[in-house]
Nanobody
Framework: QVQLVESGGGVVQAGGSLRLSCAVS????????MGWFRQTPGKEREFVAA????????DYADSVKGRFTISRDNAKNTLYLQMNSLKSEDTAVYYC???????????????????WGQGTQVTVSS
């Protein structure tokens, strides 16, 4: 198991940018596929983006495609989410998650991930 700690959330105006970071403890970061999810009150946690552990293949929810970029730095044990052109509907608590499961096809499901951070709040004001 690894420990995940998100940072970088805050308040930003619509059209602005933020970069979230997720620091991962442990020496096995490169063996984890990583994802970002978000959640608003009363709603289920929803998939935002994921990056595969071996070849860096990326996947994005349609709602963020072209605006958000997921990346990882294995030397720093850190996952990132660059968020540009932010909209009010991007307001949520953002969570990073890690998975060692082999089946990439389940990357958009909460249950595929075994490790989660505590979340960081992103608020986009219009």
């Amino acid at each position: 198991q690894v420990q995940l700690v998100e940072s970088g959330g805050g308040v930003v105006q619509a059209g602005g940018s933020l970069r979230l970071s997720c620091a991962v403890s442990g020496r096995s970061f490169s063996t984890y596929s990583m994802g970002w999810f978000r959640q608003t009150p009363g709603k289920e946690r929803e998939f935002v983006a994921a990056i595969y552990r071996t070849d860096g293949t990326r996947d994005y929810a349609d709602s963020v495609k072209g605006r958000f970029t997921i990346s990882r730095d294995n030397a720093k044990n850190t996952l990132y989410l660059q968020m540009n052109s932010l909209k009010s509907e991007d307001t949520a608590v953002y969570y990073c998650a890690g998975s060692q499961a082999p089946f990439w096809g389940s990357r958009r499901t909460v249950g595929w991930y075994g490790s989660w951070g505590q979340g960081t709040q992103v608020t986009v004001s219009s």
